[in-house]
């Protein structure tokens, strides 16, 4: 079995690691997932309200001052060292990237990633990539193997130019996921209407759009997770439950 692997990604601010977080809620209802935090800030872990101990950064940075002191296989080594840092939470896993903190360079890192989320993908049936912001992730094929991606944005210029960039660079580099737009922080109808043209154009699914809701401000100023937040069955937490009924069946008819 080989699970479905869906990233979520899209400009700074725009609301990416909540939307993950919701995903990941939503989808571990309906099989074993393991939520990946693939941005070196660690936004995901504080969503979901826990901490944790050790990341995959800290792993590189034990190998890189201690490589030459490992006896046998480092391979086997960096195998037992990552089912450490992959903490098991109530109804899903979570692997956190981290940032490395010593010198060199961070591509070290991304490379663990992607021989992690090959390896662990035949133990789950989701895997959700909470991705860094931007660009980066492509050049550096982070998110190899990606059968989902979802882009978040919200109704600003640079927003939608960062959604039209990841299109253009899933092309140059023969990423043949599918595409699909959510809208956050939209204000009215036209906003909107903006989002789903704008989508329609560019080759993506739309899949729906998430209201500016003072309820996740107050969330977020608290310091709540998003656990808190969908108690609360604000207007976003509604809308959300439409864009997962979406989101459901676009994956069911890509994978038939």
Same mark, same amino acid.
């Given at each position: 079995?080989?699970?479905?692997?869906?990233?979520?990604?899209?400009?700074g601010?725009?609301?990416?690691?909540?939307?993950?977080?919701?995903?990941?809620?939503?989808?571990?209802?309906?099989?074993?997932l393991?939520?990946?935090?693939?941005?070196?800030?660690?936004?995901?872990?504080?969503?979901?309200?826990?901490?944790?101990?050790?990341? &995959?950064?800290? @792993?590189?940075?034990? +190998?890189?001052?201690?490589? $030459?002191?490992i006896?046998? /296989?480092? %391979?086997?080594?960096? #195998?037992?060292?990552?089912?450490?840092?992959?903490?098991?939470?109530?109804?899903f896993?979570?692997?956190?990237?981290?940032?490395?903190?010593?010198?060199?360079?961070?591509?070290?890192?991304?490379?663990? &990633?992607?021989? @992690?989320?090959?390896? +662990?993908?035949?133990?789950? $049936?989701?895997?959700?990539? /909470?991705? %860094?912001?931007?660009? #980066?992730?492509?050049?550096r094929?982070?998110?190899?193997?990606?059968?989902?991606?979802?882009?978040?944005?919200?109704?600003?210029r640079?927003?939608?130019?960062?959604?039209?960039?990841?299109?253009?660079?899933?092309?140059?580099?023969?990423?043949?996921?599918?595409?699909?737009?959510?809208?956050?922080?939209?204000?009215?109808?036209?906003?909107?209407?903006?989002?789903?043209?704008?989508?329609?154009n560019?080759?993506?699914?739309f899949?729906?759009?998430?209201?500016?809701?003072?309820?996740?401000?107050?969330?977020?100023?608290?310091?709540?997770?998003?656990?808190?937040?969908?108690?609360?069955?604000?207007?976003?937490?509604?809308?959300?439950e439409?864009?997962?009924?979406?989101?459901?069946?676009?994956?069911?008819?890509?994978?038939?």
């Amino acid at each position: 079995m080989i699970a479905i692997l869906i990233a979520v990604t899209g400009k700074g601010g725009t609301g990416k690691t909540l939307v993950s977080a919701m995903l990941v809620l939503h989808l571990c209802k309906k099989g074993s997932l393991l939520a990946v935090d693939a941005d070196p800030d660690s936004n995901l872990p504080e969503a979901f309200g826990v901490e944790v101990e050790r990341t &995959l950064g800290d @792993i590189r940075e034990i +190998f890189q001052s201690s490589r $030459d002191e490992i006896k046998g /296989d480092k %391979e086997i080594w960096f #195998e037992a060292k990552i089912f450490e840092v992959v903490k098991e939470l109530d109804n899903f896993d979570l692997l956190v990237m981290g940032r490395p903190e010593g010198e060199g360079c961070y591509c070290y890192t991304n490379n663990i &990633l992607r021989a @992690i989320l090959k390896k +662990f993908m035949r133990h789950y $049936d989701f895997v959700v990539v /909470d991705c %860094e912001a931007g660009l #980066e992730h492509f050049s550096r094929k982070t998110i190899a193997g990606v059968n989902y991606l979802i882009v978040v944005s919200d109704t600003s210029r640079k927003g939608l130019r960062t959604a039209e960039r990841i299109s253009e660079l899933m092309e140059e580099l023969n990423i043949n996921a599918r595409k699909g737009l959510i809208g956050n922080k939209v204000i009215d109808k036209r906003s909107e209407n903006l989002i789903r043209e704008f989508a329609e154009n560019s080759g993506f699914k739309f899949l729906g759009s998430l209201p500016y809701d003072e309820k996740v401000v107050e969330c977020e100023m608290m310091g709540k997770s998003v656990v808190d937040l969908m108690k609360t069955n604000c207007s976003f937490v509604r809308e959300f439950e439409k864009i997962v009924k979406n989101l459901e069946s676009w994956v069911v008819l890509c994978q038939s």
